[in-house]
């Protein structure tokens, strides 16, 4: 599947990305609100499984409409990195690993939602979804749709063979990323390989329209001079500067904030 190959419908706040498979169709929503996240209903036979919530009122009712509009049955929620948002869809059944529910009640899950209350206010839902069903390693199926959970050190991925894809938290092809040091960045790189070896189709991440193995292999590329650049620098500014100027129309400045002072504490 081409990640380009997809029907684009406006919405007033979002736009939604439809890719069909056939049997199953992908919609991808692009929120639009103030950090760019991404919300994936996966569609088959009238029924959607949700991976992650929106956390912003406004999208919140916008999506909410959507399915009811489409009339598509939300069969249940993957909830992995995005915890907040726990009026979306009440009474649908929740999944999540015993980790994933550890972050965002209390890890570093947690401290992100807290600081977006205080920064958004009250259209910013902080409230947190509760699990109805624990997952671990292995298959679930939501929906008529088998999944494959693949529990990480905050949460969990997502493969969905039915259409080849993967999901995870964050890639980009174009924009800077939380790179908590040079031993996550190998991480990162281990992970990025190990889905070209598999050959998906689409990565699908909590901030970023849908993107393939090309953009893959530019993230690797990215990361590998990231640790470089870090080698190379004496503090953290000199760090910035320096990728900054290798990297000039990158957006997401306030993650190589974040960055630089994981790799320069």
Known sequence: MNKNTCETVKLPKGEMHIYDFGAVKLHAYQTNDPIDDEVFLVEKAGRAAVIESPCFRDNIAELTAY???????PAGMLVAYHGAGA?????????????????????G??????????????????????????????RVTVGGIGFVIHPTSDAFDVEIPEINAVY???????????????????AMVAQLESYIARGYGLILTSHYTPEDLKDARTKIDYLKELKAIAAASADRDSFKASVQKRYPQYSGENYLDMTAGF???
Do not use: Q
């Open 168 to 186: 995870t938290h964050m890639l980009g092809h174009d924009c800077h990323s939380i790179v908590a040091g040079a031993s996550h960045a190998d």
């Open 263 to 265: 790799f320069f504490p």
């Open 109 to 138: 899950g947690r401290a992100l939602i807290d600081g977006f209350a205080a920064s958004f206010g009250d259209a910013f839902d902080p409230t947190i979804h509760a699990a109805d069903h624990i997952l671990s390693e292995g």
């Open 67 to 73: 399915l009811k509009d489409r009339a598509l049955e």
């Open 87 to 107: 009026s979306f869809l009440p009474g649908v059944p929740r999944y999540a690993t015993e980790n994933a529910v550890d972050y965002s009640a209390r890890g």
